[in-house]
């Protein structure tokens, strides 16, 4: 059964199949692949799910996308407790379909320990509001406004998940809401540093593997901005390097990506 009306909640309703398996559902949009920050944010909330301490937060993901993910069938993610620590908790996650795993996931938990705090302020960016930015009219589950660019290499965005209600005040859900919004930008860097003129009709990107860190609790429902930088493009493949920050400029996450960006040969 698929899931015609993508909302993030829905998405994040994964089935409990046995004690360490899970199945997701994927919306119809028409497309070629499942959006990959679905696949994350899916694979982590399979992993929160075997926590024996659910208030653990999640400090960092690394994960690795095999098979482009097919939308009209449904993802089973298969958990590994890896350890269960007295200050750390790691599972690692694969999500498969019919043709055999498309995605691996590992992820780790800490509890929080009080100590200095230091993060650089947005304000140095020197970005417009979202207001301002321009809207990008791609996924129906969050609302991405781009930054306009005129520096190689580089793109950046605000993104919140789209609802007409705020989301439930779970600081778990929001950082499976920064999971999914992670994975908009990166590419878009990647290209805007291709150094010949660049079309998506003449290349195909797709990513390869993702990792994030979660350094503050951040509101996935409110304004982000994901800020994206190109630090090599090599045979086809590029990383890019990335920030996010809330609006006030406080430094929630880092985040970095590796993508393929093959050029089409036309017939």
């Given at each position: 059964m698929t899931n015609p009306h993508p909302d993030l909640l829905g998405l994040l309703d994964i089935e409990q199949l046995a004690a360490d398996l899970f199945v997701a559902q994927n919306p119809q949009r028409g497309r070629t692949r499942v959006y990959g920050g679905q696949v994350v944010a899916q694979a982590l909330a399979a992993a929160m799910a075997t926590l024996d301490d659910p208030s653990r937060p999640v400090h960092s993901l690394h994960s690795y996308f095999i098979r482009p993910g097919d939308e009209s069938k449904p993802i089973a993610f298969d958990v590994d407790r890896i350890r269960d620590g007295r200050s750390f908790t790691t599972r690692r996650v694969v999500g498969r379909?019919?043709?055999?795993?498309?995605?691996?996931?590992?992820?780790?938990?800490?509890?929080?320990?009080?100590?200095?705090?230091?993060?650089?302020?947005?304000?140095?960016?020197?970005?417009?509001?979202?207001?301002?930015?321009?809207?990008?009219?791609?996924?129906?589950?969050?609302?991405?406004?781009?930054?306009?660019?005129s520096l190689p290499g580089r793109?950046?965005?605000?993104?919140?998940?789209?609802?007409?209600?705020?989301?439930?005040?779970?600081?778990?859900l929001h950082n499976l809401a920064i999971a999914y919004s992670s994975d908009h930008v990166p590419m878009d860097a990647i290209a805007n540093g291709h150094p010949a003129p660049f079309d998506w009709d003449d290349f195909m990107g797709a990513s390869l593997?993702?990792?994030?860190?979660?350094?503050?609790?951040?509101?996935?429902?409110?304004?982000?901005?994901?800020?994206?930088?190109?630090?090599?493009?090599?045979?086809?493949?590029?990383?890019?390097?990335?920030?996010?920050?809330?609006?006030?400029?406080?430094?929630?996450?880092?985040?970095?990506?590796?993508?393929?960006?093959?050029?089409?040969?036309?017939?």
């Open positions: 379909q019919t043709g055999g795993a498309i995605f691996n996931l590992s992820a780790s938990f800490h509890s929080y320990e009080p100590d200095a705090e230091v993060s650089p302020s947005v304000a140095d960016l020197d970005v417009p509001p979202p207001e301002e930015c321009t809207l990008e009219e791609w996924d129906d589950v969050s609302e991405i406004r781009m930054v306009p660019e793109a950046r965005a605000w993104i919140r998940i789209a609802r007409p209600e705020r989301l439930p005040d779970d600081p778990a593997d993702h990792s994030l860190w979660f350094h503050r609790p951040a509101r996935g429902d409110e304004w982000l901005l994901f800020d994206c930088r190109l630090l090599s493009l090599a045979g086809s493949r590029g990383i890019a390097q990335g920030t996010v920050h809330t609006a006030n400029g406080t430094h929630v996450a880092t985040l970095t990506q590796e993508g393929l960006l093959r050029r089409l040969r036309h017939r």
